[in-house]
Structure formats: structure tokens, C-alpha cells
């Protein structure tokens, strides 16, 4: 595990710095004008001078490779620069807002493993009955569903129509302070719209891998040892089945923040998705480049969690990836 580690996170260093040139790449290329974002509406009368003036403090008159290895020596040292958007330093952007992100993820992750675990060990019980038909379908819907389309739909029917969970935000109306009490209440409906855009995926590889696991003569042994259905089910064909699912675990990730970002946008959490918005049309270099390795530091820890998981689960597999 530390061998694989440690290969991986030698492999990460090549990765995230052409994602931070790509990145730098990409923003250059971007018909966006910085400084017409960063000043505003003052920028339609401000003289080619001050423009400059701004183009120069911004640093975005140097070379693209210029301006990528100022942003990079920075970021070594812990300067992230600062953000021309936000008017403050990437770090306490970022800092400000990754937690209440990981918080919507790691809720929402969590729920739709769960769920989506029991959900397809149920339908592939019995292959064909009405539940296994019920769930499939349902899957096979949500799949289709864009996240934000739950979301809204999420916020009818529960915030207006019902009117039992609030629409968005973090905390109350008129609340200056957040109790843990209203996050608790807050986070609920966000956390369920991205876990339900996440399910679809677990159900269908959990039921295709118990289904295909039944089938197996250790399995079959176990029922006709006369172990109970629900021993046979949770502590046989689970565990075979299971594998499948534990590297669907880091390829899900790309798709978590993603979702994360849209989910994060209808229901107004403070967490990452304004900022990168933000980051995008304005073309802020800092903290575009400083959110995009985050992103891919997400998904690279993703990738090697799946690879450990399905090594501990199967001896077999081995830790040589």
C-alpha cells in the first residue's frame, strides 16, 4: 500500500502541473478580458492608461509562461495570489468555502453508497420480480436527470409545495450566526439531490454483481448448507459483488464535483461552485488554477482509494498498480 502509494503520488507531480498549464493555456486563449472583469462597469470609461495600469498590477501583460511559473513558485511556497474577482487571497477563498463542499459531498457520497448498496443487493434477490423492475427503472430514470433539474424539482415540492425543509442557504432568515442546528436542517435537501444523482450509478453495479455472484457455486453451497436468505445475500454474494463497485467509487468523483458545483448553485450553499463560476468568466488565473487542482487532486485521491479498497477486499489484485 505505501509502494503504491507513493508511485501515485510521484505520478501526481507530471499531472497537476500540465493541469496548471492547460489551465493558464486555456484562460489565455479565452476571448474574456480580465481587467474589463475586474474593473467593472468603471472599465467602459476608464483611458487605455489605467487599463494598463491594471493589466500590469493583475499581471496578465507577461508571457503565458510567465505568468504560469510566478503563480506556480507562489503556490509552492503557500502564495495562491489573489483573486482580481474576489478581491481577496485565493487561500481565504478557498478556505472559506471547502469545508461547507466537502461536507455536501462526503453526506451525499456516503447516502448514495448506502442506499445504492441495498437497493441493488433487494432487486437482485429476485431478477425480474416487480422490486427488481421497480428500482432498474427508476435508476435507469435518474441517470437521465440533470442534477439541477432535481434540484429544483426538490425545491417545489419540499420547500414551496410542502414546506417542511428550507429552499437554499445556509442558514435562517435574518440569522447572522450558524448553529449547527440549521446547517443540519439546510444541508438536507442539497445533500439528497446530489446522493439521488449519484445512486442510479451504485444500484445498477450492485445488482449486476450480487446477480452474478448468486450464480457462483460459493454462493450456491452457501444455500444449500441451509444458510439464511439474508446470510447468503449480505455476508456471501455482497461481499463477491461488492468488488465491482469499489472502483466505481474514484470514478464517481469527477461526476461528484460536478454535480456539487450545479447542486451547490440552485440551493445557494456557500461552498466552492460561485467561486469557480466566478473564476471561469472572469478569467482569474490564480483561482481558477488553484480550484482546478483541488478538482484534480480529488479526483487522483478517488482513484487510488478505489485501487486500495479493491486490493484489501481481494488479496488477489495486489497493491503493483
Known sequence: ???????????AVPVLLAVTLGVFAVAAAAPFDPVRAYAGTAGLTASQANLDQIRHNLGVDQPLLGRWWHWLTGALTGDLGDSATLR???????GERIGWSVLLCALAFVLAILVGTLLGVLAARRPGSMLDRAVTSAA????????????LLAVWLFALKLGVLPAGGLTDTGSEIATAGQVARHVVLPALVLAVSQLPWFVLYVRQGVGDALEEDPVRGARARG????????????RSGLLPVLTLVGSR????????????SVFSWPGIAAATVDAATSVD???LAALTVLATIAV???NLLSDLLYGLADPRVGFDG
Open 300 to 302: 487522483l485521491i478517488g
Open 227 to 238: 444458510l439464511s436468505e439474508r446470510t447468503v445475500l449480505f455476508q456471501h454474494a455482497l
Open 140 to 151: 435507469y430514470t435518474l441517470e437521465a436527470a440533470p442534477p439541477f433539474w432535481l434540484g
Open 253 to 264: 468523483v469527477p461526476e461528484l464535483i460536478t454535480g456539487a458545483l450545479l447542486v451547490e
Open 88 to 94: 481577496a487571497p485565493v487561500s481565504q477563498v478557498i
Open 285 to 287: 488565473f490564480p483561482l
Open 1 to 11: 500500500m505505501a509502494r503504491m502509494t507513493g508511485r501515485r503520488a510521484l505520478f
